[in-house]
T-cell receptor, first 110, second 113 residues
Framework: KQEVTQIPAALSVPEGENLVLNCSFT??????LQWFRQDPGKGLTSLLLIQSSQREQTSGRLNASLDKSSGRSTLYIAASQPGDSATYLCAVRNFNKFYFGSGTKLNVKP | EAQVTQNPRYLITVTGKKLTVTCSQNMNHEYMSWYRQDPGLGLRQIYY???????DKGDVPEGYKVSRKEKRNFPLILESPSPNQTSLYFC????????????FGSGTRLTVV
């Protein structure tokens, strides 16, 4: 069974820092990998979707990379802002099953 | 606007009183799913549906029912809610093709007393 792990579980950084969130998965036979943002008590907002054939995707200050062979993805956030404070989850898709990591809770201090 | 709509957003009910949480999507997605999210346990899949009249159990289906009579709707039914079903519930949808990602609803906060 696919297992998705996110490290670290929590991260606190000062405003302006560049940071990297990690996601690893055990089965490399994935269709795609998706990064989500979740604010407390709210729904999941899709940030980036990387297909299995792609190496990276970018949206504004966010860049996600995918190394399928090693079972890893990273989410890079440039010039972090207090508004980036949230929990970030990654999910991988194997056919019609989605597997979620437990998330990284990010706190960006002003 | 493409979206998944859940109702209600908040619900407080008593043990044993049947309830339904509705989910509707306007993206013509074949695949729909329900999750519950609890502190320390992450997202756990309850049921999913790959198309109309096709549903299957996820990881934690006990105490829940679903139906998929129309493509756009996928209601979650709790026939006899219990306090251990107090949770944050999410509906999500996707195209059947593997290239597509997930779109989530805003969530339903359910409290069973």
């Amino acid at each position: 069974k696919q297992e998705v792990t996110q490290i670290p579980a929590a991260l606190s950084v000062p405003e302006g820092e560049n940071l990297v969130l990690n996601c690893s998965f055990t089965d490399s036979a994935i269709y795609n990998l998706q990064w989500f943002r979740q604010d407390p008590g709210k729904g999941l907002t899709s940030l980036l979707l990387i297909q299995s054939s792609q190496r990276e995707q970018t949206s504004g200050r966010l860049n996600a990379s995918l190394d399928k062979s090693s079972g890893r993805s990273t989410l890079y956030i440039a010039a972090s802002q207090p508004g980036d404070s949230a929990t970030y989850l990654c999910a991988v898709r194997n056919f019609n099953k989605f597997y979620f990591g437990s998330g990284t809770k990010l706190n960006v201090k002003p | 606007e493409a979206q998944v709509t859940q109702n209600p957003r908040y619900l407080i009910t008593v043990t044993g009183k049947k309830l339904t949480v509705t989910c509707s999507q306007n993206m013509n997605h074949e695949y729909m799913s329900w999750y519950r999210q609890d502190p320390g346990l992450g997202l756990r899949q309850i049921y999913y549906s790959m198309n109309v009249e096709v549903t299957d159990k996820g990881d934690v289906p006990e105490g829940y029912k679903v139906s998929r009579k129309e493509k756009r709707n996928f209601p979650l039914i709790l026939e006899s809610p219990s306090p251990n079903q107090t949770s944050l519930y999410f509906c999500a949808s996707s195209e059947y093709r593997g290239l597509a990602g997930y779109t989530f609803g805003s969530g339903t906060r359910l409290t069973v007393v």
